[in-house]
């Protein structure tokens, strides 16, 4: 029985806020396995660590609030609590089989990728998201991985374009919202990037590289209040980190440019 590893990688691009160099975080690790009966529609997934329900309900359905009837099927009575190591049984109609066979098969590439993007080789990663999407081209973790790379190699408005795709048909995921946002302000577009920093935000408070990324985004942007208060509201998350003590050195540059 093959096993299929599913894995969606997070960057998080600081550089662009103020720090130095580029901290790499590849998570949640997710895991599955394919089983493909004669006479069922059904796939077996492992969860993996760090893996949520609604994300694997997009991933194999398309559609996060698939989450509901994943917990039904396998008897979770809390959603929001999953054991890795778990083995799910996800069903399919007959009208839903295709497109799950179709991401069941982009998920080969879309782990080389990963793999790939987490030793450096941006440019052959590239290469196996794009084709886990021409596989399937709804598998939205293969194009937001391909819009880090765009973003790893500069090239801000292609990652834009896919980007504002990922947040129209997911508005509400602070992931998308918080890598536009940073795609925005490497385009110095600093108030369209704390709009999508304030949206990460909403949908997921205490989200510290938004946190971050909204004050930075005030300070490059001239709204000196802003971004104190912005500053603050970064330190009561996180008081102990090299971010940490790049944010009370902005907070007290800005509080010495305005005489407090």
Known sequence: ??????????????????????????????????????????????????????????????????????????????????????????????????????????????????????????????????????TAPDLRAAKYNLALVHLKRGRNDRALVLLEELTTERPEDPDFLFARGNALFQSTQFDAATAQFRAALTHRPGFKRAAFGLARGYQEGGHPRQAMAAWEDYLKLDGTSSWAATARRNLRKLQDESGQ
């Open 1 to 134: 029985m093959p096993t299929i590893e599913r894995r969606l990688l997070l960057l998080a691009t600081v550089a662009l806020l103020g720090l130095a160099g580029c901290a790499k975080q590849v998570g949640p690790g997710l895991s599955g396995e394919q089983v493909v009966p004669a006479d069922q529609r059904v796939i077996e997934h492992t969860v993996g660590t760090g893996e949520t329900l609604s994300r694997i309900a997009d991933n194999y359905y398309g559609d996060p609030d698939r989450y509901l009837d994943i917990a039904r099927e396998n008897g979770i009575s809390d959603p929001g609590r999953i054991v890795p190591g778990s083995v799910l049984q996800l069903s399919f109609s007959k009208g839903e089989w295709g497109g799950a066979r179709q991401r069941a098969a982009a998920l080969a590439p879309y782990n080389k990728g990963v793999d790939l993007m987490a030793n450096e080789r941006v440019g052959e990663a590239e290469k196996q998201f794009k084709l886990a999407l021409e």
